[in-house]
């Protein structure tokens, strides 16, 4: 009998020490996924706050054009590079933003990218893409982006010496024509999945000239693309045979072909016809082995396209920077006071209040009342993310808290 009750208390004694340590188990996982959602959440109100999608019209050759400029708040102060991604035939700026990933990377390098539209004068969403001198046979694109960055300097006062084009499909076309037509206002191009067509012999007066301007190139394509041709087919460097990379490589560094190639990893390969170390006019082409016509899923396009584009700056004067007299940070016009409060705020500006948007840290929009156009209250208690928009088009990012 005492055997069978000091089994008894054994038996019970080990579910004790289980159930124990389940629920401490439960418990222990609970406060850790709590934790791990508030870290999520916070990211991710973090990131929605601090980045910023502002669409901008201008008036172009008597056009009316529009654009989508991505920041975040801490690129909010001046002299930024800019990355222009543009579109492929049928698409749109918002389209290529949605799946080109390069947004994820300006927010991690401190550039702005900026996202284009084309006009449907041509068809559905497509550039006037084909190199030639006359500009005014159908919409003048080049004229357009250079108008942008123009309006680029004036408004958000860029580094205009790192100003770079990257294009999809038809976009790259335009980024080719862009690399003969705007040489002088864009520091480098990264043109994928694209080619240059035009008037040939316009083309190869360019090439021939002493005007002829050296770009730095990185061309970047699947090698299974079936709707515009992988320049290398063969796999074999032959002397001007890798259209249309070589007429820049040559003009660039006298190649007619490629020299060395360098095998990046997850299927990416650098072929370069002119490799001056970053310290001149390089020109490579990035070889992504089985790809298509389609954007690379995954990631790693987009990193390559920017560290070769900040290797390359132009050396122009003025810089927009200076033009900067005012100062741009919107947030150094803009005081929330008193911080923490009570729940009733004023806001010390010049500037023309738009809206005024706050969110909890878990990303929940919480109601905010106006008492007059400078002051408004909320009435929950807590850590709030105020999303301030400004007449100008700026947004003013604020954390508050109230007692």
Known sequence: ??????????????????????????????????????????????????????????????????????????QIPSNKPVVIMLHGDGGTGAGIQSYC??????????????????????????????????????????????????????TYFINNNKVY????????????????????KIAAFAPYAASMYGDNTYINNYFASTTAVKVPLLHCHGSSDSVVAYPDTDDTPIPWGEWPITPFAYLNCGADTYTNTTDLGNSYYRIEFCNTNGASKQVSLIKRLGGGHGWPSGGGLEILMWNFFNQF????????????????????????????????????????????????????????????????????????????ELENGQIVNQKISIN
């Open 1 to 74: 009998m005492l055997s069978i009750y000091l089994k008894c208390c054994w038996y019970i004694g080990s579910f004790l020490d289980e159930l124990v340590d389940t629920i401490l188990s439960k418990i222990l996982k609970s406060i850790t996924m709590k934790k791990t959602l508030l870290i999520t959440a916070f990211v991710f109100i973090s990131n929605y706050l601090f980045s910023n999608d502002v669409t901008h019209t201008i008036t172009s050759n008597g056009v009316s054009r529009t654009f989508i400029v991505h920041y975040n708040d801490t």
């Open 165 to 184: 084009v990257a294009g999809h499909s038809g976009g790259g076309f335009m980024a080719y024509h862009l690399a003969i037509a705007l040489p002088n």
């Open 313 to 388: 700056e132009l050396n122009l004067s003025p810089t927009c920077a200076s033009l900067n007299t005012n100062g741009f940070d919107a947030k150094s016009k803009i005081s929330v006071y008193p911080n923490p409060s009570n729940g009733v705020f004023a806001i010390d500006t010049i500037e023309t209040i738009k809206s005024i948007k706050a969110f909890d840290v878990l990303g929940k929009e919480n109601s905010v009342k106006t008492i007059t156009n400078k002051q408004f209250s909320i009435e929950k208690s807590g850590i709030y993310f105020l999303k301030i």
């Open 101 to 154: 990933g390069m947004d994820a990377i300006a927010n991690s390098n401190n550039f702005i990218t900026v996202y284009p539209n084309s006009l449907n004068d041509l068809g559905s969403g497509i550039w006037n893409k084909p190199v030639n001198n006359d500009l005014n046979d159908g919409p003048n694109d080049v004229l357009f982006i250079s108008d942008m960055i123009d309006f680029l300097c004036s």
